[in-house]
Structures are given as C-alpha cells and as structure tokens.
C-alpha cells in the first residue's frame, strides 16, 4: 500500500510531531509512527524544530556527565543553539554555570538565561578568568563541556579538576579539541567525545520529549538567532558559519 493517511493510526492524524529524518532539506518527508515525538501544547513548531537535535544533545550530555547540585560546569559555546540549553539546563540542575562567550551581547544573553559568570573567550586571559570564576577549594571546573573544539577546546582541559568530566562534543571551530589523554589519565578526568551522544531511538524520543515538556512550561527557551526561507537554505549556513549569531539558525517552509 502507497504511503498515505490510510497507512497512519487514526489517533495520529491531526497531531503536530517531530521526527528525525535522513536526506536533505524538503517541504515533506517521510517518517515511521515509531519515530515520532509529540509536541506539546504551548511549544510552537518553531520551537520545536530548533530542539530536534540540540535539545536532544544537551539532556543526553547533562545526563552522561552526571551534571548535579553543586557541580561547577564550564559551558564553552555558551551562546549556541546547544550551549544557551546548556546553560539552561545546568542550572536547573542546581549546578554553578560558568558560560564562554565573545563579546558583549552574547555574554549577557547567557547570563540573562542563567549563567552564574560569564567569561569572554577572547580575552588573552580567558583561561585565569574562567578558573577563578569557576572557585572553590580546587579552583577549577568539576564538568567541561566543549561545544567548540580546537585550541579553545584543549585549552580548556587544565581547568578541569582531578577526577572531573570532560566532554570535547563540538567542532565549529574546524576540529574537535586535540586532548591530551594521557593527562585526563593521570588525573582521573573521564573523556567523552561526539561518539558518546550518538543515541539510540529509544534515548532520542526520551531526550526529545523531556526538552519539548521543559520548554512547553517555560522553563527552557529555545533562541533562535534567525529563520531563512527553505530557498535561502545556503545564506543559512554562511550565516551560521560566520558565528556572528546567537542561538540556533531555522529553515522554513512554505505549508504545501
């Protein structure tokens, strides 16, 4: 039988879902029953689309790094499309949020969306100042997480403290940070990479479904640094590429 509403369980039809889906950019796509996530009233689809793959990404990473109470996580790529929900997810965990950011304007969203102290990663100093922002008895970060790579990436290893969790999950600095893993061994410090957030669909629907229900009660929001046209698909990602925005990049489609 040819894919079509007489293929779909009637209780389905009608309602707004996401999916994650494999090819390009499209106005329609195809994806099974069992692939589906629900979206929650007070969540717009716009929303919505903007937590697909980071919010799933950012539950997924607070939960393998055990982010509690008391916990001092260092976010670098703080102002993001995942580091804002980072941030936001930190600290509704009780931990302490040190965000890094450049310049004036996404320092202050970050804090504006949670962070405890923010630290502007370009500044020559930006190492000594997140390390005293961070504090306690052992200064020093107890989780970093790295959504930018390279050698702000690497440079953040040092911070961490004996025994702490590092997770080198980003790249859009053109690679992933080169670590030094025989330090992270000596010192305890347990080493997470992109291979660790690949999950299964049983964690993609839990992941997505917890940051839909924060988000439809306000307590997590979704930034969205621009919308382009599904035609402009390109200008999008130039945009993206020049980092001058904050917050995730969302195509649109024209409804068909």
Known sequence: ???????????????????????????????????????????????A?????????????????????????????????????????????????????RGDAKLALVRDLGADDVVDATRDDWVSAARKALGGAVEGADVVLDGVGGGLGAAALPLTVDGGRFSAHGA????????????????????????????????LRRFTSDAYAEAATGRLRPVIGEVFPLERAAQAHAAIEGRGLVGKVVLEVVQV
Do not use: K
């Open 49 to 101: 689309a903007a937590l697909v793959h980071d919010g799933v990404t950012a539950n997924g990473l607070l939960d393998l790094t055990a982010v509690g109470p008391g916990d001092r996580v260092l976010i670098l790529g703080a102002s993001g499309g995942m580091g804002t929900l980072l941030v936001q997810l930190a600290h509704e965990r009780e931990a302490r949020v040190v965000a890094v950011a």
């Open 172 to 203: 859009p600095s053109g690679g992933f940070s080169p670590l030094d893993t025989e330090e992270a061994t000596r010192r305890g410090i347990e080493l997470f990479g992109i291979a660790d957030v690949q999950f299964g669909p049983t964690d």
């Open 1 to 47: 039988m040819p894919w079509g509403r007489a293929c779909v369980p009637g209780e389905w039809l009608g309602r707004r879902v996401t999916s994650y889906v494999t090819g390009s950019y499209a106005e329609r796509a195809v994806a099974a029953v069992s692939a589906l996530t629900v979206v929650p009233d007070g969540l717009d689809l716009r929303g």
